[in-house]
């Protein structure tokens, strides 16, 4: 619909772990069918498959290989070097008119070469690091903080997913710069009801990173009072991260391991049959943008319970399309996971979700969102 051989888009990533490729492919994707010649650079963690990546035929795509480092002094040693390497790429394409970068979390250098190259430069928020410096409180975050906001006042554009998110991610200042557009879209072939809710097992879940930020550790520590509630009821718990070891233990000293499902990471083929599974996928993050797990979970007939940050109230309209429940406090999380099972409205309330998620996250809808960015910034 948008195909333009004249200019050429570009794209690079942020450093990249197993739960970004699968948006990034999606990004890829929906860039594929507006513009016919882009330029991919992906910055890829040590351990993280190259293959999805690398399955699109028309792009010219590079792979860095980032190593994160075992402490401060290396991980900015091996930051810098990346970054150099990645704006080395960006003046060998000089043929680019537009550079994107996926997920803002300070690659300064690469954002400086393209505005001195007089390129449009366009960076994608996808999460909120004022909320993980708050979180973690660790020196690097605060660095990568600051050098975020540099790149904010550099860049031509910030791209957000919805415009609750200027308020909620503190991004006042940069209101003149907002375009709201998202890479959102589900595969509905994949994504989709093979177990009717009615069918489906008592089981409970979440799904994600198990990181500090997600609010996995109050999902977890309020199973014990979910779980008392209902003697049939099980809990799925899916994904790796830093909290793997602290949320295995946890689950032993309260000795319902027998009554969980700590499945590991999940991969994105995978990811279907397990949320055909759930009868309720609860998100009790911190902070969020707009997690695909949501989308993917409600295109599977599966509601969902989260907490009301990022863009998540712009899709769950409580008891309508989900549930919301006002903060992620254990008590808060185990009222709220009863309240939705006893819901009459349950399995209505799923399909709502469903019939939302065919509307208005189709690719047609995704290509046509950023085909108008791409318009209006040649």
């Known amino acids: ?10 794209l690079v990533s942020c450093p990249m772990g ?4 699968q948006p990034f ?4 994707n929906i860039l594929s069918n507006i513009n016919s010649d882009n330029a991919v650079i992906a910055i890829l963690d040590k351990n993280v498959s190259i293959n999805n990546i690398l399955n699109n035929d028309n792009e010219i795509f590079s792979i860095i290989i980032h190593e994160s480092g075992v402490n401060n002094f290396s991980r900015i040693k091996n930051y ?9 790429k960006i003046v060998r394409n000089n043929d680019v008119t537009i550079w994107f970068f996926y997920i803002d979390n300070g690659l300064i250098l690469p954002i400086i070469i393209s505005k001195v190259l007089h390129k449009k430069t366009i960076i994608l928020l996808g999460g909120s690091l004022e909320r993980e410096v708050l979180l973690k409180k660790k020196y690097i975050e605060k660095l990568s903080l600051i050098l975020a906001k540099i790149n904010r006042f550099f860049c031509n554009s910030i791209i957000l997913y919805s415009p609750l998110l200027i308020s909620d991610w503190k991004l006042e200042p940069y209101r003149h710069k907002i375009i709201i557009a998202g890479e959102h879209f589900i595969d509905f072939t994949t994504f989709t009801v093979t177990t009717p809710y009615i069918g489906r097992p008592p089981l ?14 109050q999902f977890v520590k309020a199973l014990p ?37 700590f499945t590991g990471w999940i991969s994105h083929e995978e990811l279907p049959h397990y949320l055909n599974q759930l009868r309720l996928l609860i998100l009790p993050s911190y902070t969020e943008g707009l997690p695909n797990i949501m989308l993917e979970a409600m295109a599977c007939g599966t509601p969902v319970l989260a907490t009301p940050v990022g863009a998540i109230p712009d899709v769950i309209r409580d008891g309508e399309t989900g549930f919301i429940m006002e903060d992620n406090k254990p008590e808060t999380i185990a009222r709220h996971v009863q309240r939705a099972l006893n819901s009459p409205d349950l399995e209505a ?30």
């Open 225 to 261: 009072s979910i779980l008392s509630e209902r003697e049939n009821l099980k809990a799925l718990i899916g994904g790796d991260g830093q909290l793997k070891d602290t949320i295995e233990a946890s689950l032993q000293k309260a000795g319902i391991t027998d009554r969980i499902d």
């Open 349 to 378: 309330i799923a399909e709502r979700g469903r019939k939302y998620m065919e509307q208005d996250f189709t690719f047609e809808k995704a290509v046509e969102r950023w085909g108008e960015i791409f318009k209006e910034n040649q």
């Open 204 to 217: 409970i879940g979440y799904i994600g990173r198990l990181s500090l930020e997600k609010g996995v550790q």
């Open 1 to 10: 619909m948008f195909k333009n051989k004249r200019k050429r888009i570009g």
């Open 80 to 88: 810098i070097k990346t970054q150099i390497i990645v704006s080395s």
């Open 25 to 28: 492919v999606s990004l890829i």
């Open 18 to 21: 197993k739960a970004n490729i």
